[in-house]
């Protein structure tokens, strides 16, 4: 990290805009979005919805209420220390498509590419958003395994062989099922690059990642908020099912995260072994 600090002023609401047309920038978790989608609609229904959001069904839901929707997925490791700061880890990465793809990338989504571009990020346009959203959920399949094993367990084979496994079962699936999931262009590692990647991380040093930057899950489980991440592997393995693919890795990591939410346990709570596997 270069140690830079940057100052952004942002207004707030008590409740969504209305009479707006847009863009709205919907940033919420996975179990907020059908509340979020109707709140928006009812003070806003003509707005063009940006749908900032980890998952592939959330940018249907704001399609059932608003009659335009961009997809936005978001790839930056980024920690909130303090109610008004942030860290961040490198810079920002967006990729942006319409919903459904098949509609291509209009002026509006040019638009909403500019915007970010324009606040530093670095933005990809989409054709097709869900293969974009289909790789960013198999790269958060990590985020269970990143969050519940112990700093200690994460420069260790178990790790990052369980880690490459979780992906490549992933991969399996759907490529079983005939779902694409690779970036826009060419800019985000591509799963079979990831899997390399991941067990290679032991080998150059870098499986443990030094800086005090954490998931989402890892602090949704310290402040005791809902998580999304069992989503991730419920998604990969409702595929892995209908395709009759076996993932065992994901079964598991479910399973231990589950134990760990009902558990009230914290983060960084669990052997690489219990939520993956032995190595």
Request: with cysteine; proline share 6%; net charge neutral.
């Amino acid at each position: 990290a270069s140690g830079a600090q940057w100052r952004a002023g942002v207004g707030a609401m008590a409740g969504p805009p209305a009479g707006a047309r847009g863009p709205l920038f919907a940033c919420v978790r996975g179990p907020q979005t059908g509340e979020a989608a109707a709140a928006l609609a009812a003070a806003s229904p003509h707005a063009l919805v940006v749908n900032v959001q980890n998952g592939v069904d959330g940018d249907a839901v704001f399609a059932a209420h608003f009659p335009r929707v961009v997809g936005a997925v978001i790839r930056q490791g980024a920690t909130r220390i303090a109610p008004d700061r942030v860290r961040a880890f490198a810079g920002g990465r967006l990729a942006v498509g319409a919903h459904p793809g098949e509609e291509g990338a209009g002026d509006d989504v040019h638009a909403v590419a500019a915007l970010l571009r324009d606040a530093g990020y670095d933005v990809g346009v989409s054709p097709r958003i869900a293969e974009d959203r289909w790789l960013k959920l198999c790269i958060n399949l990590m985020s269970t395994p990143n969050a519940l094993v112990r700093r200690a367990e994460h420069a260790t084979a178990a790790f990052t062989e369980g880690k490459a496994r979780l992906l490549e079962e992933a991969q399996r699936a759907l490529a079983a099922a005939g779902i694409a999931a690779r970036s826009c262009d060419g800019r985000d590692r591509s799963l079979a690059a990831e899997i390399e990647h991941q067990r290679t991380a032991l080998a150059r040093g870098e499986a443990a990642r030094p800086l005090p930057i954490y998931n989402s899950l890892w602090q949704a489980l310290t402040r005791g908020d809902p998580i999304e991440a069992d989503a991730h592997h419920e998604a990969i393995l409702a595929v892995a099912g209908r395709a009759g693919v076996a993932a065992p890795t994901n079964e598991r990591a479910l399973a231990a995260l589950r134990r760990v939410v009902a558990a009230g346990r914290g983060p960084e709570s669990c052997s690489a072994e219990e939520v993956l596997g032995p190595a």
